[in-house]
């Protein structure tokens, strides 16, 4: 169902299954999601849910978050439609373009930076929130500014002023886009380590609905081979299951509730922290 809702004028839609809006999918749902085309839209909405104290959620492709029967008012960057800019070495990215469409649009221009993280299955936005990183490439690294919006401004950020950490960013706001610095490469060259990404990733990861690594790395440790040790890897609860391929993945097999992903987390965090005296933290976000 797709409505305009009159007060915002901005494309929403009602009653939304999880599917809809995260990689996860599930019995989730939200109640009502903003859709904004353009940043004017997007700027809007956020300034007007933050003015009347309205309890939103931004999201980018939903590939970091669990949907709950969530009763927040969701804000989507998906649909914004803006683009990228190139001059010399520097790119101007929108926060609604996905990792992906970003790594097509630097490698056309020659410039490296985005090949390994390709594979992220979210947007610019997402991925600088969540300083995603992939085969030692975090997108931090080629980062210059950011640009966001926040108590109704819009305001420039250089990279020196933000704090970036493992799956940690400092921003308060909403990205509306990001300034990379990359590296001139030949093209064929940076074509050849996307797809040798892309081979490592397949090897590696299930196929599947899934929020990708459900927990972030202990120091020093591997979520997933912690959790494989405990000899969980297959274990099912209800409709979700941790992946027989990788450990720190949980796949929804089979319209799989929020409290099934929550029950299997318990499992496997309980069961480390018993063998290994180690405390595993959620990467995932339940909203
Ligand atoms: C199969 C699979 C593989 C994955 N592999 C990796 C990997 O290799 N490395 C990795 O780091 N992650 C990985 N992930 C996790 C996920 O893709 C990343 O965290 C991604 O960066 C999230 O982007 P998103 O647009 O989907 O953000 P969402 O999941 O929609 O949101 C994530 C967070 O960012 C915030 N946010 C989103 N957009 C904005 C914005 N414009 N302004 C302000 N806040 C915003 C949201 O509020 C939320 O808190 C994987 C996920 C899947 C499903």
Not at 52 to 58: G, L, P, R, T, Y
Not at 157 to 172: G, W
Not at 205 to 228: E, T, V
Request: with cysteine; aromatic share 8%.
């Amino acid at each position: 169902m797709s409505e305009n809702l009159n007060i915002l004028d901005v494309p929403c839609l009602t009653n939304v299954p999880a599917e809809d809006i995260t990689t996860m999918g599930g019995t989730g749902r939200c109640k009502i999601i903003f859709l904004p085309e353009n940043e004017k839209q997007l700027v809007f909405c956020f300034d007007f849910f933050s003015v009347n104290d309205i309890d939103f959620k931004v999201i980018g492709n939903g590939s970091n978050i669990i949907l709950t029967k969530s009763n927040k008012v969701f804000l989507c960057t998906k649909k914004v439609k803006k683009s990228a800019r190139c001059s010399g070495n520097t790119v101007t990215l929108p926060a609604s373009m996905t990792v992906a469409a970003a790594y097509k649009f630097c490698q056309e221009r020659s410039l490296s930076g985005f090949e390994r993280l390709a594979g992220v299955p979210g947007t610019i936005g997402g991925a600088i929130m969540m300083n995603a990183s992939a085969f030692g490439d975090c997108i931090s690294d080629w980062l210059e500014s950011v640009r966001i919006l926040k108590g109704g401004k819009i305001q420039t950020i250089k990279k020196q002023n933000i704090d970036f950490s493992y799956r940690k960013s400092s921003i308060d706001g909403l990205i509306l886009s990001a300034k990379f610095s990359l590296q001139k490469k030949d093209k064929c060259q940076i074509h050849r380590d996307f797809l040798d990404c892309v081979a490592r990733r397949s090897q590696l990861q299930p196929k599947g609905r899934s929020s990708g690594s459900i927990f972030k790395n202990p120091p020093g440790f591997s979520a997933g081979q912690l959790i494989d040790i405990c000899g969980l890897k297959g274990t099912n609860i209800g409709g979700a299951k941790i992946s027989e391929k990788h450990a720190n993945f949980i796949i929804n097999e089979n319209n799989a509730d929020a409290s099934d992903i929550e029950e299997l987390i318990k499992l496997a965090k309980n069961a480390v922290m018993e063998k290994f005296n180690v405390s595993l933290e959620c990467e995932v976000e339940f909203v």
